[in-house]
Structure formats: structure tokens, C-alpha cells
């Protein structure tokens, strides 16, 4: 049995720098029938959760620390038992919206973590934030970009803790590096390819 993938989107706000925006954030989750992580936690808990129905939550994974992608992981903790996953130069970030908290686990570039018998290796790839992280799964034949990348081209640099110069080379060293035909989940919005996107930066 192999993996699958499991979609919501949920809406909310997005704060930094001292201005809120709406946002529809993509929730991911991978698993099997009996066991699954979550990629990124933002606004809505319940709506999460109903994706991971009673299968073991195994770990809640944050593309980065952002609010609109962190708010509700240490609730989903909480309520399930799973820990939370975060590079940690993406401290500064999480410290804004969880100052009284910490995650679990430090991700690690190059680290593997195992689902439902499928790999997902962490790649670190800063510039929207120093600590986002692109999770790839060669066996889905996919990577899923947080605010990395997105269909169109890169994530958004002009906040604090962003690097327009840093994001454009974590994509180019890291994400380009995979198959043309792999399928991109996005943080927003909706999926493309590595194909479309080399197109797009170039
Ligand atoms: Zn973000």
C-alpha cells in the first residue's frame, strides 16, 4: 500500500511587520491508511484533523515558521500526541507567534522521515525564511514547496527574515535538481511543476 496525499485549504490571516492579510493556506498530509504527517498547521485545527481522521498523526511538519503555517501546531499536538517539526533558524519567526512554546524536533537538511513505508527528504532551502524547508517525495513523485516556490516563480522576499538572492538560489541548487516532472504542492495556491517553473525563473 502505498502513500497518499490528502488536501485542505483553510483561511485565515497572515501577519509580519506589522500588517495582516487574508490567506488561503494549503494543508498536506501523507499517509496510509493507519498512520500520516501533516505539512504545516495554519488557522483551523478541526479542518486538519478531519483529514487525519483515526489514523496516528505521526508528526506535524512546518515548511517554515510563519504564522499562517504554524498557528494551530501546537494545538494539533495537543489534541493527537505528534510532534512538531521546524528547522530551527526559523526560531525568530516561531518566537513571534509562539513565544511561550517550542516545537519538538529540529529538521535537518538531507534528513529523512518515513510514512506510511515512503520517504520524505527535508531540503533546506532559506529565503523566504531562514529556516523553510522543502519536503521531496520521490516515491509521490513530488515535493511539496511550502512558500518557496509557487506557480508562477518564488515566494515572496520583501519582509523581514526574507532574501530574494538566497530563495532564487535555494531553488535553483536544490529544487531544480529534481525531475522535470515532479509535481509541486504549494503553501498557496495551486500545484506545478519543476518544468513550468524553470520555464518561469529563467
Ligand atoms: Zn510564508
Request: charged share 25%; proline share 6%; net charge negative.
Amino acid at each position: 500500500m502505498t502513500a497518499r496525499i490528502d488536501h485542505v485549504l483553510t483561511s485565515g490571516t497572515f501577519s509580519l511587520d506589522g500588517e495582516t492579510h487574508q490567506v488561503d493556506n494549503n494543508v498536506w498530509v501523507v499517509g496510509d491508511e493507519t498512520e500520516c504527517v501533516v505539512i504545516d498547521a495554519p488557522h483551523d485545527a478541526d479542518a486538519i484533523l478531519a483529514l487525519v481522521g483515526d489514523r496516528r498523526l505521526k508528526a506535524i511538519v512546518c515548511t517554515h515558521a510563519h504564522d499562517d503555517h504554524v498557528r494551530v501546531a501546537p494545538e494539533l499536538r495537543e489534541r493527537r500526541g505528534a510532534p512538531i517539526l521546524l528547522h530551527p533558524a526559523d526560531k525568530p519567526l516561531w518566537e513571534l507567534t509562539h513565544p511561550d512554546l517550542l516545537w519538538d524536533v529540529d529538521l535537518s537538511d538531507g534528513q529523512t522521515l518515513t510514512v506510511a513505508g515512503t520517504e520524505i527528504t527535508v531540503l533546506h532551502t532559506p529565503g523566504h525564511a531562514p529556516g523553510a524547508v522543502c519536503l521531496s517525495v520521490p516515491d509521490l513523485g513530488c515535493v511539496f514547496t511550502g512558500d518557496t516556490l509557487f506557480q508562477g516563480g518564488p515566494g515572496a522576499t520583501g519582509r523581514s527574515f526574507s532574501d530574494a538572492d538566497q530563495i532564487k538560489n535555494s531553488i535553483r541548487t536544490r529544487l531544480f535538481r529534481l525531475p522535470d516532472e515532479t509535481v509541486v504542492h504549494t503553501g498557496h495556491g495551486p500545484d506545478t511543476t519543476i518544468a513550468a517553473e524553470r520555464d518561469n525563473l529563467a
